[in-house]
């Protein structure tokens, strides 16, 4: 049996972690009715299929991996998904936190971030690794940490894959990766003839865009914490928690402002990708980035303020808005009977796979349908990695067919 040096407990999740708010900042997709990777089995429940996802954006995508196997994700149903922070769901203690950098370390070493497949599959001692395997054995290692569970792939290669992922090899990757756009708050207001601030931009683009919009902007300046005026772009690397802040003129009117930031960048491996409407105890399953093309990103803010004849004082106004990442919003998604966040090993699963478009199919041994795999309407002759239209239910990893019946009874649209 494997061991790691980790005490895992429930793993990344954890009960009391805060509700997250989809806001303005960041990148939202939408999951893609596909998954790239294998049959695989855990201990103490159904086989699942586990693999990679992939989430499209209006001008790229991000492929993810599941960290939370004991809820569903509704691929058929194009649910959308927001990048979030660690904090949005796991507590900041040390096994959380210990068990957030071994994941971070095989995201970074093993596929797609690691694209040559001959390389990856000499480095664990196989003579060849299939896109399907190298997903598998990925996800299987993952879920070692984010799930507390013991699973293991049915194909030998993605076996030795996840044994190497888990092994002493694995050292961990400290920290949390840097978003790739966020600026908060959302809102702020103050007086004219002071500042108006702090909003605080993050980002992993090597340069983002700044615009000022609205009756009031000629007016106003962008400025940094010391009050030097900011151009219309910032250079990367952008450091931590860039402070920014909108100068007002004393004596300018009542009015209020548009602070809009842009980027081209990709999304680094390891942020949260949380379904829209989340809460803690009611949404779809959590993912993780494991890759990104470069698509654009945006956030923004708005700041308003009231006339004063006072001279600026150079002291930030605060703007009393809370940081959206720990307010509670939207509506619920269609995740099923709300369970909590802790995963529960033991818990049965079910499941299936499509694979992605552009991916090489790759012979399976078992087909949807037969073993612990629930299927619903479809032909039995239909290959595992084939993709399903009508839409496809991943509950925990794993896959349920879900054709929807139009026209008459029992006519399959697939």
Not at 307 to 330: L, R
Not at 371 to 398: H, K, R
Request: glycine residues 12%; aromatic residues 4%; contains cysteine.
């Amino acid at each position: 049996m494997l061991t790691t040096s980790v005490a895992l407990g429930a793993g990344l999740f954890a009960a009391g972690a805060a509700a997250a708010d989809a806001s303005s900042s960041g990148v939202k997709a939408v999951v893609e009715n596909t998954l790239l990777g294998e049959e695989i089995n855990v201990e103490g429940r159904d086989a699942a299929y586990g693999g990679l996802f992939t989430l499209k954006t209006s001008d790229g995508e991000i492929r993810t991996y599941c960290i939370e196997m004991d809820r569903p994700v509704y691929v058929g149903d194009a649910t959308t998904y927001f990048e979030s922070d660690w904090k949005s769901i796991s507590p900041s203690d040390k096994n959380a936190v210990e068990a957030a950098a071994k994941v971070r370390w095989i995201l970074e070493n093993s596929y797609p971030q690691v694209k040559d497949l001959s390389a990856l599959a000499k480095t664990i001692g196989v003579d060849s690794l299939t896109p399907q395997a190298a997903a598998a054995g990925t996800q299987a290692a993952i879920w070692k940490f984010s799930d507390n569970a013991n699973a293991t792939p049915r194909s030998a290669e993605a076996k030795k894959l996840r044994d190497y992922l888990l092994s002493d090899a694995n050292k961990g990757i400290a920290g949390e990766p840097k978003p790739s756009l966020t600026l908060t708050p959302e809102s702020g207001s103050g007086e004219s003839g002071g500042r108006l601030g702090p909003f605080t931009l993050n980002s992993s683009a090597s340069e983002v865009k700044l615009a000022v919009t609205g009756d009031s902007a000629g007016k106003v300046r962008v400025v940094d914490k010391d009050g030097k005026p900011v151009g219309a772009s910032l250079a990367g690397p952008i450091a931590k928690d860039t402070q920014l802040f909108l100068d007002v003129p004393a004596g300018t009117p009542d009015g209020s402002v548009a602070l809009a930031a842009s980027a081209k960048t990709v999304v680094p491996t390891g942020r949260i990708f949380l379904s829209e409407g989340y809460d803690p105890k009611e949404h779809d399953q959590t993912m993780i980035s494991a890759s990104s093309s470069k698509l654009s990103v945006s956030a923004g803010a708005k700041a308003s303020w009231k006339q004063s004849k006072g001279a600026d004082t150079g002291t930030p106004t605060p703007s009393g808005t809370p940081d959206p990442s720990s307010a509670p919003s939207g509506t619920p998604t269609k995740a099923g009977t709300p369970t909590g966040i802790p995963a529960k090993v033991g818990a049965p699963s079910a499941g299936s796979s499509t694979t992605a478009a552009h991916s090489a199919p790759a012979p399976s041994s078992t087909a949807p349908g037969s073993g612990a795999l629930a299927q619903t309407g479809a032909n039995e002759s239909i290959p595992i990695l084939a993709t399903v239209a009508g839409g496809l239910v991943v509950a925990g990893g794993a896959a349920v067919f879900v054709l929807r019946r139009r026209g008459r009874h029992g006519r399959n649209t697939s």
